[in-house]
């Protein structure tokens, strides 16, 4: 079979049909109106990738509440959203009815903006610090994922992501750093028992059982005591509890996981890797396929990083780029079972229509991203986020911000 004809099969996941192996990856772009609802510019990014033809759309980390977030203009998910995301949603199924999509739900916790918003913490970590959390406020959180699951399926989304990556507030709990003595800190017991508490809590708060519920997780989060790690101080990494972690919240009903590495803080690198390594998309491979070797066949691993491989011509060394194209490699993993689907994050912002070109026979007017990184400046600047090589008010919006802020000298949160 060609690559063709493998990207573009369908697959089940839980009770649904996803028309190809194309994931959207959630894209935070900080262009949510006062209120967190979607712009203009929310609305012309989903549409095109709707049209673009992605089989999931994993919609950007929204938050499930404003008094802890990350970006001033994040999208929100509580009560007063819910007719704007139906909106939104009605919208998107008018532009292509088949594409399925996922909400990422989270909480930014320690990654909370101290300037306009509360940064919270489990345990205060060197550099970030924030409140600490109390169990009732913890378990109030947990409600508010429960409500946001709420929301989400009310709206006619086709299930949520629990976010448990990149450092956000599911891998502050479940972290071994999180050595506090608490109802979910200290053993790996307790650790797990928030992720696991809070996935039964969901799934009976939405009470549906082909809503699909899965988790985009950072297998190992680059640094002492992440998760992933062997210990609270630990520089080791360790996947005795990542692993542990897919199988019961995949008992628990989980259909889905979605690959990824790193934090947004302390290892951007493993996340998504600059321009000068992208070799490192051969570590996400690698992670992907140990998921995908411990979980039941049917449930679907995601595959994440899949940017550097670009068209044929890329940057990795010591193979034919024939070999090593998106397109290639991703089909090639699918093949191998290493994983089910490829998801795409930096290169749906260079070329939302990635997939529609292949079905169509345009591959030669793709797209490809360049790992420039100048869409994450502008995230960390507060900036709505697009792709500043490929589209023009992107572009002038960073040369406006590098005016006003200077050019950014350290790419984190
Ligand atoms: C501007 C920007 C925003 C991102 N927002 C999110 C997000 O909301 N949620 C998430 O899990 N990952 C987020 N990521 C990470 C991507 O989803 C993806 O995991 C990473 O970019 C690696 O994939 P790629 O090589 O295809 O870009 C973001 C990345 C960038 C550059
Ligand atoms: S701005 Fe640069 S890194 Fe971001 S999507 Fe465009 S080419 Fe890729």
Not at 84 to 108: C, D, G, M, Y
Not at 155 to 181: E, T, W
Request: with cysteine.
């Amino acid at each position: 079979m060609g690559y063709k004809e493998t990207l573009l099969s369908p697959i089940k996941i839980g009770n649904k049909e996803c028309v190809n192996r194309f994931f959207a990856q959630p894209m935070e772009c900080v262009d949510s109106d006062e209120e967190g609802n979607p712009s203009d510019l929310t609305y012309q990014r989903y549409e095109n990738l709707y049209k673009g033809g992605f089989g999931l759309v994993d919609l950007e980390a929204i938050t499930v509440t404003n008094e802890s977030r990350a970006r001033k203009t994040q999208l929100e998910i509580m009560p007063r959203n819910e007719k704007a995301l139906e909106r939104f949603i009605r919208k998107l199924k008018e532009v292509n009815p088949h594409t399925l999509i996922v909400f990422q739900l989270t909480h930014s916790g320690e990654i909370s903006e101290p300037d306009f918003s509360r940064r919270v913490c489990v345990k205060p970590m060197y550099g970030l610090g924030g409140d600490l959390l109390s169990e009732e406020e913890v378990e109030h959180i947990m409600d508010q994922f429960v409500l946001a699951s709420k929301i989400a399926q009310a709206v006619g989304a086709d299930g949520i992501d629990m976010k448990l990556c990149h450092g956000y507030l599911g891998s502050q709990i479940i972290r071994p750093f999180n050595d506090r003595d608490w109802k979910y800190g200290g053993s790996w017991e307790r650790r797990s028992a928030f992720a696991y508490d809070l996935m039964e809590r969901i799934q009976k708060g939405v009470n549906d059982k082909d809503f699909l519920i899965g988790s985009k997780m950072s297998m190992w989060e680059g640094h002492p005591g992440g998760f992933g790690s062997a210990g609270p101080e630990s520089p080791l990494m360790d996947m005795t509890e990542p692993l542990d972690l897919i199988k019961g919240l995949e008992e628990r009903g989980a259909s889905y996981f979605i690959e990824s590495l790193g934090n947004v803080h302390s290892a951007m690198n493993y996340m998504e890797a600059l321009k000068d390594a992208p070799e490192l998309s051969y570590l996400h491979i690698y992670f992907a396929n140990m998921m995908k070797k411990v979980l039941k066949p049917e449930t679907v691993v995601i595959g994440s990083h899949f940017s550097p491989f670009r068209g044929k011509k890329n940057k990795l060394l010591s193979v034919d780029p024939e070999k090593s194209s998106l397109f290639a490699m991703g089909a090639h993993c699918i093949e191998e079972g290493m994983m089910d689907m490829v998801g795409l994050g930096r290169q749906s912002f260079a070329d939302p229509f990635t997939p529609a070109k292949l079905a169509e026979g345009r591959e030669d007017e793709i797209h490809y991203c360049t790992q420039c990184m100048n869409c994450e400046e502008l995230m960390i600047r507060q900036q709505p986020v697009g792709c500043v090589a490929y589209n023009r008010p992107y572009a002038q919006r960073l040369v406006e911000t590098r005016k006003k802020y200077g050019k950014l000298t350290e790419l984190h949160t």
